[in-house]
């Protein structure tokens, strides 16, 4: 069953590639290119899984990863942090703030295919 996947990038090129990423996968893309955006798209169905970008001109991801990781509501949301930042202290605080995984840019496309898959498919409570 395809899974609604919302992904958080400035950049068009890299949002149409991972938006395509996804569609290959068999799931459905949406993207939040704005706080308006990001809060419409947790109205109603939350998504299966966010990919998230740090360097946002609208929230700092890592800033938004952790929010999201303290809320009842949308902490069990998975969450993937795809950035060009991938010094370890990024990687470091992405996990811990319950991140599934944390891809850098640039990437394999197989990476972030497989990553998909992974995190969409990881069971906190088996």
Same mark, same amino acid.
């Given at each position: 069953?395809? $899974?609604?996947?919302?992904?958080?990038?400035?950049?068009?090129?890299? /949002?149409? @590639? &991972?938006?395509?990423?996804?569609?290959?996968?068999?799931? $459905?893309?949406?993207?939040?290119?704005?706080?308006?955006?990001?809060?419409?798209?947790?109205?109603?169905?939350?998504?299966?899984?966010?990919? &998230?970008?740090?360097? @946002?001109?609208?929230?700092?991801?890592?800033?938004?990863?952790? =929010?999201?990781? /303290?809320?009842?509501?949308? $902490?069990? &949301?998975?969450?993937?942090?795809? *950035?060009?930042? =991938?010094?370890?202290?990024?990687?470091?605080?992405?996990? #811990?703030?319950?991140?599934? #995984?944390?891809?850098? $840019?640039?990437? /394999? &496309? /197989?990476?972030?295919?497989? *990553?998909?898959? =992974?995190?969409? #498919?990881?069971?906190?409570?088996?």
């Amino acid at each position: 069953m395809p $899974k609604r996947i919302l992904v958080l990038e400035d950049d068009p090129p890299m /949002e149409q @590639l &991972i938006c395509r990423i996804v569609q290959q996968e068999g799931h $459905k893309a949406q993207v939040a290119q704005s706080w308006e955006d990001f809060e419409q798209a947790l109205l109603g169905e939350l998504p299966d899984l966010m990919l &998230i970008d740090i360097a @946002l001109p609208w929230v700092n991801g890592l800033d938004l990863n952790e =929010s999201l990781d /303290e809320s009842i509501l949308f $902490k069990d &949301i998975p969450r993937v942090i795809v *950035t060009g930042h =991938s010094e370890d202290p990024y990687r470091l605080r992405a996990y #811990a703030q319950g991140c599934r #995984a944390f891809v850098a $840019k640039p990437f /394999e &496309i /197989e990476q972030l295919q497989e *990553t998909i898959r =992974s995190a969409l #498919a990881f069971d906190p409570d088996p």
